[in-house]
């Protein structure tokens, strides 16, 4: 079990962080709220320093937002261009990281295909370390971010007794296994719903409830019996690119996609999450995903805020 991320110095995964580190980077975050969502504003905290972006993953929101979050507190960006860079060669990430710090960057942000590799990679750097996503592993800051969303949502310190169904390709989400950490150490009861292919129901197991003041998890395979009883809902991506041979068709989108149907079945202000990118009309309709429930967008602007405040937590806890 890890413990705290503002221990390591380094933001791996929320699994094993304590309800106080995540109740205060989400304090920090919402006060920078306002900053994150503003075009001209800024800390300027950081001016000086420098982070660096290493995504040998797509990334369209994780990445920009990492890069607007470090300018917002003055730093600048060194970005790798992970296709044309030499693990294009057959060089290794840890090369490339322990290469990347020589030049005397003072971060580094890093999402790769690997579960696990951030992890080994910070144990060998003596800078902050932030995964953005390491294979179907963790995410932590898009699990801080959706906890954000939410918090801003019920106006709730903590999420004590909120239930919260996270619905689809959970086997491959590293989303899922985040938020499930995340939420329930913030007190909520987190319900995996999905078809057995892709919530497996051995995946109850990957948090220990009861634990001091946090929620449950448990899993559902019948998205219609669970709709009355949730507080919000978080639809995510099929991830075809992790799949191998499962077939997910228009039944697949009939159990489990959320429909204006489906969604006027939830009660009254319960709202709709989604990591993004969205699969229109797969896991979720484009009339759901625009319309007044969702918090889709809100999601981004939090993503802003939640990477401001773990940069700077990071970076004021490092010595360099
Ligand atoms: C997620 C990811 O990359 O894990 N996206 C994101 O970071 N916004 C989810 C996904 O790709 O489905």
Redesign the pocket.
Known sequence: MQVDWNQTGHLLGLEGCSRNSLVSLLDDAAELLPIAGNRSSGTGEFSGRTVATLFFEN?T??KLSFTMAARRIGAEVLDLNASTSSTAKGESLLDTAMNIQAMGVDAMVMRCAASGAPRLISEHVSIPLINA?DGRHE?PT?GLLDALALREHFQKKTLDGLTIAIVGDIANS??ARSNAHGLTTLGANVVFVGPPSLVPDRMESLVVSGRDGSGTLRVEHDLDAVLHEIDAIMM??V?FERHDGEVIDEHYTRQFGLDLNRAAQLREGVPVLH???INRGIEIDPEVADGPRSLILDQVTCGVAVRMAALQGLLRGSSS
Do not use: F, I
């Open positions: 990334s929101r994780t996503g995410h898009q590293r989303v995510l991506r991830q990591p993004g990118p």
